[in-house]
């Protein structure tokens, strides 16, 4: 059977940068991987991301999000029959941020996925400083990712300290008790490491570390609604105006509850990333682009974004 690996994470946690790394492990052991991206924005910016990925011994589907859970999962199941009939070894899925891992589990356990697919391992990726105010809705999504996951993998911890690493793991634990799980989380079940610096032990651990039953009190709604994406396409602006006006965007709260802004931008025939965080704007070279930002938040201003942004 094929194995299967979920990556979740919350908005800008670093999930497709993560499984560039994991990806290229697997690969150099040899093993022919598939991976699955599904993206919240009408645009697929992080299928873009993993494209250097695409080769012989990888192939890349993606599934368009924003749209309802029936839709989603017929989808979802398209692709991975598709997948399978490739011959792939190992499938990585990368949800977007406001995925609901119930889906994941209700269908691998349809026909005919049910006879093709194995779980292997269920990876939370999460920021180190993850913030603590978090809505409702954020926290219970936070808490169905996190409580299903057999392994938490910290991102930027080069950029902090071990204090700051158990902040929050605290923070996680009581997201989970407050919606009565009983899985916890210390150091035998959490990578704290530069990812530059893992190592193939470390990447097994990953690889092997298995998943856990889900066991949190479901609300009646996962009230995402608040969750949306926009995004602009053509925005006629340098790199630093890029990054001045997104900077402003985090510090406008009439703007609403933005979680990441991601994208492309162009100077001189070249293409730079946008990756931002409300803590962490980076713009980095990147192979191949499209001129496009996509916003991501929950109860976003449309109007004061689009004011911000196009001038």
């Known amino acids: 059977m094929i194995k299967i690996d979920l990556i979740t994470g919350f908005l800008g946690s670093g999930k497709t940068t993560f499984i560039k790394k994991y990806a290229r492990y697997l690969i150099g052991k040899g093993q022919k991987i598939g991976i699955l991206v599904n993206d919240y924005g009408a645009v697929n910016v992080d299928t873009m991301l993993l494209s250097e990925l695409e080769g012989d011994s990888c192939g890349i589907e993606s599934v368009a999000g924003a749209c309802d859970r029936d839709c989603h999962q017929r989808r979802f199941k398209t692709k991975l029959i598709a997948l399978a009939m490739s011959g792939c070894d190992r499938v990585l899925i990368e949800p977007s941020g406001v995925f609901d891992v119930d889906e994941f589990f209700d269908s ?64 996680i634990n009581a997201v989970l008790r407050n919606f009565g799980s009983r899985r916890r989380f210390d150091e035998s079940n959490i990578t704290s490491k530069d990812w530059d610096k893992l190592t193939d032990s470390d990447f097994e651990a990953i690889a092997s570390c298995g998943y856990s039953s889900p066991d949190f009190t479901k609300l009646e709604t996962t009230d995402d609604s608040g969750f949306k994406s926009l995004y602009f396409m053509e925005l006629s602006l340098s790199p630093e105006q890029l990054k001045q006006r997104v900077e402003t965007l985090f510090e406008t709260a009439e703007a609403g509850g933005i979680f990441r802004a991601k994208g492309f931008v162009s100077e001189g025939g070249n293409w730079l990333e946008l990756n931002a965080v409300r803590d962490n704007i980076t713009l980095s070279p990147i192979k191949g682009g499209q001129n496009i930002v996509i916003v991501i938040g929950e109860n976003l201003n449309k109007n004061k974004i689009t004011e911000i942004l196009c001038g």
């Open 108 to 171: 691998l356990y349809e026909e005919p996925l049910d006879r093709w697919y194995q779980i292997g391992s269920v990876i939370a990726v999460v920021d180190v400083n993850l913030s603590s105010e978090l809505s409702k809705s954020a926290e219970y999504l936070l808490a169905s990712q996190a409580c299903v996951a057999g392994r938490l993998v910290l991102s930027k911890t080069q950029l902090t300290n071990e204090a700051a690493a158990q902040k929050t793991t605290a923070l």
